[in-house]
T-cell receptor
Framework: EAQVTQNPRYLITVTGKKLTVTCSQN?????MSWYRQDPGLGLRQIYY???????DKGDVPEGYKVSRKEKRNFPLILESPSPNQTSLYFC????????????FGEGSRLTVL | GQNIDQPTEMTATEGAIVQINCTYQ??????LFWYQQHAGEAPTFLSY????GLEEKGRFSSFLSRSKGYSYLLLKELQMKDSASYLC????????????FGQGTELSVKP
């Protein structure tokens, strides 16, 4: 089954404690992206990757890092989480960047205390 | 930069037709998407328009006018399960790889 898998789905953590949200897709998509979704602000792009070892900033990259060492994986790293990073995070992939249908993971709800 | 506007909320009656509008401003337009998102779930793809005109897919249709920076999503024969948020998203050549989403339109379908 074609899917995008994120982990963890839910996490409560404390300020400053490094965490990684993993994302893996099994569709051999070149394009992967991370979004955060907040009430009243919609989906905002954090980082995206057009291919292995190619990453670029989205609209809200501050406080986040990503890596793309393999085609299937695109982890999101919060080196020192802060409360303003409390949000619902979605990973997505597609065959064609901004011209391809995005397949979304189920979302990761992160709370930073 | 890019700017996308869509109404925040809409209400419609089961069995009726509803039109959700989206206006956008962007340079190097590279296509417009509509996604559906039920509460607590991930967005799912509905349609993609890159040329002017109407794309029909079952009960859902999407229209694009590039000259006006305007799109709409038309939902016919509304069902209760159509209650969801509808997201308009635009890609741009000048922003290669970036897809910008509108804030979404929350549609409530009443009996």
């Amino acid at each position: 089954e074609a899917q995008v898998t994120q982990n963890p789905r839910y996490l409560i953590t404390v300020t400053g404690k490094k965490l990684t949200v993993t994302c893996s897709q099994n569709m051999n998509h070149e394009y992967m992206s991370w979004y955060r979704q907040d009430p009243g602000l919609g989906l905002r792009q954090i980082y995206y990757s057009m291919n292995v070892e190619v990453t670029d900033k989205g609209d809200v990259p501050e406080g986040y890092k990503v890596s793309r060492k393999e085609k299937r994986n695109f982890p999101l790293i919060l080196e020192s989480p802060s409360p303003n990073q409390t949000s619902l995070y979605f990973c997505a992939s597609s065959w064609g960047g901004d011209t391809g249908e995005l397949f979304f993971g189920e979302g990761s709800r992160l709370t930073v205390l | 930069g890019q700017n996308i506007d869509q109404p925040t909320e809409m209400t419609a009656t089961e069995g009726a037709i509803v039109q959700i509008n989206c206006t956008y401003q962007t340079s190097g337009f590279n296509g417009l998407f509509w996604y559906q998102q039920h509460a607590g779930e991930a967005p799912t793809f509905l349609s993609y328009n890159v040329l002017d005109g109407l794309e029909e897919k079952g009960r859902f249709s999407s229209f694009l006018s590039r000259s006006k920076g305007y799109s709409y999503l038309l939902l016919k024969e509304l069902q209760m399960k159509d209650s969801a948020s509808y997201l308009c998203a635009v890609g741009s050549y000048n922003q290669g790889g970036k897809l910008i989403f509108g804030q979404g339109t929350e549609l409530s379908v009443k009996p």
